[in-house]
């Protein structure tokens, strides 16, 4: 089974500050998909990356999926209150389409 | 409805009781999940759904857990005798199809508390 590793596992950060959660794996992944969940819902997806090298942006986040796809990150600039909650990461395992999911960081912004 | 709904949102059970949880996907999505999420925890893939057909269901941890699609559109999952390991969120999603990378939509999930 592959598994994904995030870090850092709990972010507490001061509005207008920059930060960055990673997503590492040992395995390759055919796509890495990121998902954000806040509490009592179920995760929405944010943005899926393909291709190794791949840079997407969504407003102020960031999502870079590396080289070798195994490893993936999200950097999130000038952070605001709305953007607390739980940042998941997951890959397809397969060709099944189920998601492999990381244990995510939880992502606390103070005004 | 418009999105995927789920049904008890919460659901408290003595050790030993049997449960039901409810899943209305999204009109016309083919594939459908059931994930498993342990507080503090990611979700973890219990079974698939294509159609009414379940072509994976090895993430199910163990032989009280029983998922159902019979007509292809709403899905069951059911947990026998449940014990205090079952207590956890759990999350149902949809997709148009099993492509990789489809995006999957998730249900607000229901959480079951078993005493």
């Known amino acids: 089974t592959q598994l994904l590793e995030q870090s850092p596992q709990f972010l507490s950060i001061q509005e207008g500050e920059n930060l960055t959660v990673y997503c590492n794996s040992s395995?390759?992944?055919?796509?890495l998909q990121w998902y954000r969940q806040e509490p009592g819902e179920g995760p929405v997806l944010l943005v899926t990356?393909?291709?190794?090298?791949e840079v997407k942006k969504l407003k102020r986040l960031t999502f870079q999926f590396g080289d070798a796809r195994k490893d993936s990150s999200l950097h999130i600039t000038a952070a605001q209150p709305g953007d607390t909650g739980l940042y998941l990461c997951?890959?397809?395992?397969?060709?099944?389409?189920?998601?492999?999911f990381g244990k995510g960081t939880k992502l606390s912004v103070k005004p | 409805g418009a999105g995927v709904s789920q049904s008890p949102r919460y659901k408290v059970a003595k050790r030993g009781q049997d449960v039901a949880l409810r899943c209305d996907p999204i009109s016309g999505h083919v594939s459908l999940f059931w994930y498993q999420q342990a507080l503090g925890q990611g979700p973890e893939f219990l079974t698939y759904f294509q159609n009414e057909a379940q072509l994976d269901k090895s993430g199910l941890p163990s032989d009280r857990f029983f998922a159902e699609r019979p007509e292809g559109s709403v899905s069951t999952l059911k947990i026998q005798r449940t014990q205090q390991e079952d207590s956890a969120v759990y999350l149902c999603a949809s997709s148009s199809d099993r492509v990789q990378g489809r995006e999957q939509f998730f249900g607000p999930g229901t959480r079951l508390t078993v005493l």
């Open positions: 997951a890959g397809t395992e397969g060709s099944q389409g189920n998601l492999i």
């Open positions: 990356v393909v291709t190794g090298g």
């Open positions: 395995s390759v992944f055919s796509s």
